[in-house]
C-alpha cells in the first residue's frame, strides 16, 4: 500500500530562520511527487512537481528537492505570509490515484 | 480566468437528506476527483473520473455518488448513507497527458455540515 508521511505535523519559525518540511513516501514506482500550500478555508495550491531523485525545483524562498526515499520543502527566510499547511502527494505507477500525506502546519511569527 | 469552480462554499444537511455539491472546471482537463479533508488529516479520495460517463471508486466512496455527463463537470452527491458527512470536500482536475503524473488543481472547497 502506498504511504506518504510527513513531519513535522506542525512548525513554529521566527520571521527569517530558515527551516525544512520532510515528506517520505513509499510508493510504488514513483511517477511524481507534488507540493501544495493550503490556506485555512482555501484549496490546496499546486507549487512544485518533482519527478525524478536529484531534482529540484524552486519559487521566491521555497525550494523542493527529492530523493528516493524523500522530499525535503526547504524555506529560506520566511515571512508571516508564508503560514499555511504544507501538503506533499504522490502518483504510483498507475498514475491514476494521488496519496497525500497528513500535512505540516507552518507558522511564521513576525 | 481558467479554473474550477466549487459551489456552493457552505452547505447543511438535514438528517435523512440527500445533498449535491456542485464542481466546474474550465481548463479543458480530462479526469476530475473528489476529495474529503477533515481537520488535522490528509486528503482521501472518494471518486475519479477520467472520461465522460465513466467514474471510478476511491478509497471512502460508500454514502457517496457522482455523475459525469460533461467534461466540464462532476457533481457529488452525499446521500443519507453516509452517516458522517461532516467535512471540507475538494473537486480537483488534471491533464492526463505523460501517462497521468500531471499535477492536480483544486477549487475553493465546500463545508458541509449536519443540522
Known amino acids: 500500500e502506498d504511504q506518504v508521511t510527513q513531519s513535522p505535523e506542525a512548525l513554529r519559525l521566527q520571521e527569517g530562520e530558515s527551516s525544512s518540511l520532510n515528506c517520505s513516501y513509499t510508493?510504488?514506482?514513483?511517477?511524481?511527487l507534488f507540493w501544495y500550500r493550503q490556506d485555512p478555508g482555501k484549496g490546496p495550491e499546486f507549487l512544485f512537481t518533482?519527478?525524478?531523485a536529484g531534482e529540484e525545483k524552486e519559487k521566491e524562498r521555497l525550494k523542493a528537492t527529492l530523493t528516493k526515499k524523500e522530499s525535503f520543502l526547504h524555506i529560506t527566510a520566511p515571512k508571516p505570509e508564508d503560514s499555511a499547511t504544507y501538503l506533499c502527494?504522490?502518483?504510483?505507477?498507475?498514475?491514476?490515484?494521488?496519496?497525500f500525506g497528513g500535512g505540516t502546519r507552518l507558522m511564521v511569527k513576525p | 480566468d481558467g479554473g474550477i469552480t466549487q459551489s456552493p462554499k457552505y452547505l447543511f444537511r438535514k438528517e435523512g437528506q440527500n445533498v449535491t455539491l456542485s464542481c466546474e472546471q474550465n481548463?479543458?482537463?480530462?479526469?476530475m476527483y473528489w476529495y474529503r479533508q477533515d481537520p488535522g488529516q490528509g486528503l482521501r479520495l472518494i471518486y475519479y473520473?477520467?472520461?465522460?460517463?465513466?467514474?471510478q471508486k476511491g478509497d471512502i466512496a460508500e454514502g457517496y455518488s457522482v455523475s459525469r455527463e460533461k467534461k466540464e463537470s462532476f457533481p457529488l452527491t452525499v446521500t443519507s448513507a453516509q452517516k458522517n458527512p461532516t467535512a471540507f470536500y475538494l473537486c480537483?482536475?488534471?491533464?492526463?497527458?505523460?501517462?497521468?503524473?500531471?499535477?492536480?488543481?483544486f477549487g475553493d472547497g465546500t463545508r458541509l455540515s449536519i443540522l
Open positions: 473520473s477520467q472520461i465522460v460517463n465513466d467514474f
Open positions: 481548463l479543458n482537463h480530462d479526469a
Open positions: 502527494a504522490a502518483y504510483n505507477n498507475a498514475g491514476n490515484m494521488l496519496t
Open positions: 510508493v510504488s514506482g514513483l511517477r511524481g
Open positions: 480537483a482536475s488534471s491533464n492526463l497527458r505523460g501517462g497521468g503524473n500531471q499535477p492536480q488543481h
Open positions: 518533482l519527478y525524478s
